[in-house]
């Protein structure tokens, strides 16, 4: 993030709109967040503040500002002090000041006296994904993952039944114009005995569970007692089939999965002594034990 303040702003909005879409209430997940709001105090004079919202519960509307400084030292008491300057004209205000590097032991005092609700808002650092006893969180996860792909049937010889599919159907096998147009998402074999059927889709899926060294081109011969051939409107008696498959070769894919990517920020709240994160997507966590 580039030291600038208008940045900074953006930044600590986008990750106070995560934490109101991941509230339950629906009034709650619909605020809407303006930035460099101007507000007349009872004097008449505009105001400009960073961040600011507002949101009615129970008949009475809640507001809140927000001061973003993006300083690379910790803010002091003057700052706090012109932050109360500015709403001490408004009534109904909440105060929350916002910065990246802390706050000096006078800038702490003077705001908690006076209600001001201080949050450090950071991108993240190493010292978030390890707990204050030395546990180290899961960042990263490295996964080789093995693919075992399916066979290709090449070819496939069904031997018929030629005495069944002259007692039960009007087909001349003998004549040797007989074809068969056999696709494999359509062709299917219905084994009685075994009481199952499957398409050659499905036999290629079967073919495919071998041994990651059970590669290349291979022959099988399916014998049956009891079994039918159905492609298309047809159904035949078949004895046997004879396959040709390839079996590619195992495909190995690492993945590698690195959670601090997806961690977009992070919010301690100095007076509750807590830590929410926002990840990609909106998802907020809390991660209060850690502090």
Same mark, same amino acid.
């Given at each position: ?38 507000? *007349? ?14 949101? #009615? ?8 500002? @927000? ?6 030292? *910790? ?14 004209? @408004? ?65 496939? !010889? ?45 036999? #290629? ?62 919010? #301690?709240?100095?007076?509750?002594? !807590?830590?929410?994160?926002?990840? *990609? ?11």
């Amino acid at each position: 993030m580039s030291n600038n303040g208008r940045d900074y702003e953006e930044f600590v909005a986008s990750l106070q709109k995560a934490l109101f879409e991941s509230e339950k209430w629906t009034e709650l997940r619909n605020i809407q967040i303006e930035q460099n709001k101007k507000i *007349k105090d009872n004097f008449g004079i505009q105001r400009e503040f960073d961040i600011y919202w507002e949101y #009615e519960l129970a008949g009475i509307t809640y507001k809140t500002v @927000i001061e973003c400084k993006d300083y690379a030292s *910790k803010v002091s008491i003057e700052k706090i002090d012109a932050l109360l300057g500015k709403i001490r004209d @408004i009534p109904d205000l909440k105060p929350i000041f916002a910065t990246k590097t802390g706050y000096q032991s006078g800038a702490k005092m003077k705001a908690l006296n006076n209600r001001v609700e201080l949050l450090i808002v950071r991108e993240q650092n190493d010292t978030d994904w390890t707990l204050d006893d030395g546990t180290p969180l899961i960042r990263e996860i490295m996964i080789n993952m093995q693919a075992i792909l399916a066979a290709r049937i090449i070819s496939f !010889s069904p031997q018929i039944d030629g005495n069944w599919v002259k007692e039960n159907t009007d087909l001349d096998i003998t004549s040797g114009n007989f074809q068969l147009n056999l696709r494999n998402d359509m062709t299917f074999i219905e084994d009685v005995d075994k009481s199952e059927k499957y398409s050659l889709l499905q036999l #290629e899926e079967r073919l495919g569970r071998g041994s990651e060294t059970d590669f290349g081109e291979r022959n099988l011969t399916l014998t049956f007692d009891n079994a039918f051939l159905h492609c298309a409107d047809m159904k035949l008696k078949m004895l046997s089939a004879n396959i040709t498959y390839f079996m590619p070769k195992p495909i190995d894919q690492p993945i590698h999965i690195d959670f601090s990517k997806e961690l977009v920020g992070v919010i #301690e709240y100095l007076g509750k002594n !807590s830590k929410t994160v926002v990840f *990609k997507d909106h998802v907020v966590k809390d991660w209060s034990s850690k502090i």
